[in-house]
């Protein structure tokens, strides 16, 4: 019982890893003066259909919570000049 649970433990950590990893490494670097403002990506996404909760800036990035186009909740993180999307987190 214990060699599966160890198991168990061990898988879940190594898919948890990269995760954290991840986000650890994003960092948009877009001067200041070419970044578009929140309310731009704002619009684009809830032409998409999603939801915005919250923008906010992180590391130089925006970081959107929102529910998709899908009902689902993300956590995305955007850079500022081109509004593309630099990485996705399914939400908790």
Known sequence: ML??????????TYGFL????SAEEIS??????????PEALQTML?????????????????EVYALDEKGARVE??????SLEAVNKKDGD
């Open 18 to 21: 990269p995760t954290l990893a």
């Open 76 to 81: 995305t993180f955007f850079d500022p000049a």
């Open 46 to 62: 809830e032409a998409k259909g999603w939801k915005v909760k919250r923008i906010k800036t992180e590391d130089g990035c925006y």
């Open 28 to 37: 948009c670097n877009a001067p200041k003066d070419q970044w578009q403002k």
């Open 3 to 12: 060699k599966v649970l160890a198991a168990v433990v061990a898988l879940s």
